[in-house]
């Protein structure tokens, strides 16, 4: 495997790749790699000849409260997971390389980006459109693979690389798990044994609401009683946001429909954790 991190070498290889006509899958991740990245390499193995992972931990979008400087980071661990993975390119830029002195210029998703998530962390998928967009140009993929985790940023990627024109095919991967459910992150290792066990009622309130669905429930304010009502019995949760809402638009639904996505963020202590289902 090829580690490389400047940008004009990033771009050589990418120009050799398709002078042999190679289909290059890309994987953008912020590193500490867990089984739900490795996931996302295994969908590019399949589908492309060449797979490439950026390992970049973005700083435009993360807050100014939040968690960049303590982020977890584990360079040669992720780069040795990669490699017994057969990952061909492991890139891994410089944030001066990223954003040098001067630099001006962003990528908003207006609307969508200020819904869900967007509610309570102002800017974060400006600096997500931003990085990835960034990413794309370089890396010139053909496919590039996200996790259903993230559901709310991978519809506003979608939507970015369709307005922009952007000839790339944005492959959104099913969410990965812990044995017991919990939602894997690299945030969960913020978690101590307590909260980790709390953590649980998240996936838990979407299980129970999947079942009401299931028995033929369909008010929307119903089964989000239900999993608020849950999470309200954890001492250590405190919500965020929970909505059920159309995926196209992220618009608040009133009744549940194929494709309703019901999500939420929630903080368990000082960890904020995110999770979803599509019904």
Do not use: W
């Not at 400087?69 to 990669?82: E, G, I, K, N, S």
């Not at 019995?233 to 494709?259: C, F, H, Q, S």
């Amino acid at each position: 495997m090829k580690v490389i991190k400047k940008i004009p070498d990033m771009k050589a290889a990418v120009r050799e790749y398709q002078s042999q006509e190679k289909i290059i899958g890309f994987v953008p991740t912020m590193g500490y790699l867990h089984e739900g990245h490795l996931s996302l390499v295994h969908a590019s193995k399949r589908k492309a000849d060449i797979t490439v992972v950026s390992i970049f931990v973005n700083p435009t979008q993360f807050g100014p409260r939040e968690d960049f400087r303590d982020y977890p980071r584990d360079f040669a661990r992720d780069t040795a997971m990669l490699d017994k993975e057969g990952v061909d390119i492991a890139f891994s830029p410089e944030a001066r390389d990223m954003y040098p002195d001067g630099y001006k210029t962003y990528v908003e998703v207006h609307d969508l980006q200020n819904k869900l998530c967007g509610k309570s962390r102002p800017g974060h998928f400006r600096g997500v459109c931003t990085v990835v967009l960034k990413l794309l140009n370089i890396v010139e993929p053909d496919l590039a693979f996200f996790g259903q985790k993230d559901a709310q940023q991978a519809i506003i990627l979608q939507t970015m690389v369709r307005d922009l024109d952007r000839d790339v095919q944005i492959e959104v991967m099913p969410i990965v798990r812990e044995a017991d459910g919990l939602a894997m992150s690299s945030r969960n290792t913020y978690l101590n044994q307590a909260e980790r066990q709390a953590a649980l009622i998240l996936m838990n309130s979407l299980r129970r609401a999947k079942r009401n669905i299931d028995k033929g429930e369909r008010n929307a304010e119903v089964i989000l009683a239900g999993i608020r009502n849950l999470i309200a019995k954890e001492p250590l949760a405190r919500i965020d946001y929970l909505e059920a809402v159309e995926t196209k638009d992220l618009n608040p639904v009133r009744e549940i429909t194929a494709g309703t996505l019901i999500a939420l963020a929630v903080f368990i202590g000082k960890t904020r954790l995110i999770d979803n289902m599509i019904v």
